[in-house]
């Protein structure tokens, strides 16, 4: 049950007053809630396997072989590590899904350059717009590959009506809060097949969250969302050095202190651990110094007893941190702007991002080390490198490489993490699905 862990406030004489009645009526409410959330997730896990991050079908306990861990962690997929170039990246692309976007303005704009980089991969190709007002911003025609041959269509379902003959498998929808929950109910209501790829965050309430997960698990459509916090380079290399089980060993607790929302900073820290987080053991954790910039502390245990706490909004240390049996990983999760190399082979060390503090015995040192990067930049105007790499910490160097190569150059970090997600959701398949967004949204009742 969701509960708190506020001392409990009785009036003399033993009993409870009106105000801790309420409040556990309200608890046992919350606590139902979010148990029938969890239940209806793993209803549409079971229905259709989640890939990518936070899988509902992962392995228990933290002694996985190389292939459990990839299965587990957003950090291996699509090979992180593999240097391959733009070339291999098409040849895994078997087929282009013909995709349509809802949207064609604001949220359109900043996304404009992802759907021309994944359309450059040959993984999407976009032939239509909905847009209630019909207007699709010119930016967006001019990086999309079609431009001014774009079909623009009055909703999502007209669209999908209309596009009946173009075989869409891919509906990208970038709105944002309660206008994206409502156009999901509308393609409900069609008879679209593919796959559904939603902005973050859904305005949505607890109760209505049940509803809707199961308005999808009866439908035949599969339905992703596009947080990307947890599939920025920095988070990939750090998730691929907690995987290792080299450096902190079987982790124990993920804290998110801070560095993102509630819901990323979830989605972050569940990123780490190989197995699905029970939400109905929600905590509402009493904030002791609320000055320092924290408003909220959530707090988890995952099904293999990984404890995870959510500190929210912004503020304080601003990190994400992973203890571990054999040490601790703490640090940044966005590389801070670097510029271009110009001809991409330019190199920029950096000493201050992560730290990294071991055990000896189970007791941990007494300062943390810091980990020096050496970060490759790309030649583009874009913020994300084409190569990260460790120092050796603990006998191994640990390496993310960028495998979509030069379509990114004029990308940002989290613009190359909904990348992944678009060319994921072009394939079949969602890197992050809308029960695991639902569950990590639990975090900020």
């Known amino acids: 049950m969701a509960r708190s862990t506020d001392t409990t406030h009785s009036p003399a004489g033993g009993g409870r007053c009106r105000r801790c009645r309420l409040t556990s009526v309200l608890s046992c409410a919350l606590a139902a809630t979010t148990a029938a959330i969890l239940m209806a997730a793993a209803r549409v896990a079971m229905d259709?396997?989640?890939?990518?991050?936070?899988?509902?079908e992962?392995?228990?306990?933290?002694?996985?072989?190389?292939?459990?861990?990839?299965?587990?962690?957003?950090?291996?997929?699509?090979?992180?590590?593999?240097?391959?170039h733009v070339s291999r990246q098409r040849e895994a692309v078997s087929t282009t899904a013909v995709a349509g976007l809802v949207g064609g303005r604001t949220r359109a704009e900043w996304l404009a350059p992802v759907l021309a980089a994944a359309e450059a991969l040959g993984a999407i190709d976009v032939v239509a717009v909905a847009s209630h007002s019909r207007q699709v911003s010119?930016?967006?025609?001019?990086?999309?590959?079609?431009?001014?041959?774009?079909?623009v269509h009055e909703s999502a379902a007209k669209m999908i009506s209309a596009e009946k003959q173009a075989n869409l498998r891919?509906?990208?929808?970038?709105?944002r809060g309660k206008h994206n929950v409502g156009v999901l109910r509308e393609i409900l209501g069609t008879s679209y097949e593919g796959v559904v790829l939603m902005e973050t965050e859904l305005a949505i309430s607890p109760q209505e969250r049940v509803r809707l997960l199961e308005s999808v698990r009866a439908s035949k459509i599969d339905v992703g969302v596009e947080d990307a916090w947890a599939f920025q380079p920095l988070e990939l290399l750090k998730?691929?050095?907690?995987?290792?089980?080299?450096?902190?060993?079987?982790?124990?607790?993920?804290?998110?202190?801070?560095?993102?929302?509630?819901?990323?900073?979830?989605?972050?820290?569940?990123?780490?651990?190989?197995?699905?987080?029970?939400?109905?053991?929600?905590?509402?954790?009493?904030?002791?110094?609320p000055s320092a910039g924290i408003k909220k502390h959530r707090r988890a245990r995952s099904t293999d007893g990984v404890q995870i706490d959510v500190l929210h909004p912004k503020g304080g240390a601003r990190t994400v941190r992973v203890d571990g049996t054999q040490g601790s990983l703490s640090g940044n999760c966005l590389l801070p702007p670097l510029g271009a190399s110009g001809d991409g082979s330019g190199q920029a060390i950096l000493g201050n991002l992560l730290t990294y503090k071991s055990k000896v015995q189970g007791r941990a040192s007494n300062r943390p080390s810091p980990i020096q990067l050496t970060v490759h930049l790309s030649p583009g105007p874009g913020d994300v490198p084409r190569r990260i790499v460790t120092e050796e910490v603990r006998g191994t160097r640990y390496e993310w490489t960028n495998e979509f190569g030069d379509v990114t150059n004029a990308l940002d970090q989290k613009q190359y993490g909904a990348l992944k997600h678009v060319v994921r959701a072009a394939s079949g398949r969602v890197l992050y699905s809308l029960a695991q967004h639902m569950l990590d949204m639990s975090f900020c009742d």
Request: aromatic residues 0%; proline residues 4%; glycine residues 10%.
């Open 58 to 84: 992962r392995t228990s306990g933290h002694r996985l072989d190389a292939t459990r861990r990839q299965q587990a962690s957003p950090a291996a997929s699509d090979g992180d590590g593999d240097r391959r």
């Open 170 to 175: 891919l509906v990208i929808v970038s709105l």
């Open 48 to 56: 259709r396997p989640v890939h990518g991050g936070a899988r509902d």
């Open 239 to 289: 998730q691929k050095m907690v995987a290792s089980g080299k450096l902190v060993g079987r982790v124990t607790r993920v804290a998110n202190e801070g560095r993102a929302l509630c819901l990323h900073g979830s989605a972050m820290s569940r990123a780490y651990i190989g197995s699905p987080v029970d939400v109905s053991a929600i905590e509402h954790v009493k904030v002791r110094e």
């Open 138 to 151: 010119p930016s967006v025609r001019k990086a999309l590959r079609r431009g001014e041959e774009l079909r």
